[in-house]
């Protein structure tokens, strides 16, 4: 079945350094690809999204790239700030199939 | 109120009592779905409703029975539940038109069985 494979964590940064966190997937045609970001004591908020091949989604100085070739989704943030802190997750949704989550990636950044 | 809305936000419960979580959402979606969330695993999708029909049930036990009354909201009710069942159940809801879902999430209800 379809799967998503993330980083494992914890990152810990310090403040304007750059992030990455790898996602890689595994899926029958041609999902949308998802991240969301979960914020201490909150449910989970879409951060971007990316729908078919090349596509880049971009949001509040994130972007991800959607990579067929290499099946991948990675996320990155030139400057992060400690307002970045919160767990990652990558997703994927194929045709008529709801969310298939990662396993997600603290991210703790400091001053 | 917008969004999607989870009470309670916190519930700690016998492994004898009978409680249920809610869920509401103001968005107008179709589809809402019920997800576990416990540590260092992860997330799980529970149930799926669409249109208010059951559409998945992926092996959850039977202690656990959702309720979908209408396309705006959605229950969990809980019965003898065990220590291992505390975790934060996260509802969400989307428009399911055929096509990819993008899921918009509540708060989460944090459940703990003592």
């Known amino acids: 079945g379809d799967s998503v494979t993330q980083m494992e964590g914890p990152v810990t940064l310090s403040e304007e350094a750059f992030l990455t966190i790898n996602c890689t997937y595994t899926?029958?045609?041609?999902?949308?690809l998802f991240w969301y970001v979960q914020y201490p004591g909150e449910g989970l908020q879409l951060l971007l999204k990316a729908t078919k091949a090349d596509d880049k989604g971009s949001n509040k100085g994130f972007e991800a790239t959607y990579r067929k070739e290499t099946t991948s989704f990675h996320l990155e943030k030139g400057s992060v700030q400690v307002s970045d802190s919160a767990v990652y997750f990558c997703a994927l949704s194929g045709r008529n199939t709801p969310l298939v989550f990662g396993k997600g990636t603290r991210l703790s950044v400091i001053a | 109120e917008t969004g999607v809305t989870q009470t309670p936000r916190h519930l700690v419960m016998g492994m004898t009592n009978k409680k249920s979580l809610k869920c509401e959402q103001h968005?107008?979606?179709?589809?809402m779905y019920w997800y576990k969330q416990s540590a260092k695993k992860p997330l799980e999708l529970m149930f799926v409703y669409n249109f208010k029909e059951q559409t998945e049930n992926n092996s959850v036990p039977s202690r656990f029975s959702p309720e979908c009354p209408n396309s705006s909201h959605l229950f969990l009710h809980l019965h003898t539940l065990q220590p291992e069942d505390s975790a934060l159940y996260l509802c969400a809801s989307s428009q399911d038109n055929g096509g990819d879902t993008e899921a918009f999430f509540g708060q989460g209800t944090r459940l703990t069985v003592v």
């Open positions: 968005l107008g979606h179709n589809a």
């Open positions: 899926a029958t045609g041609y999902p949308s």
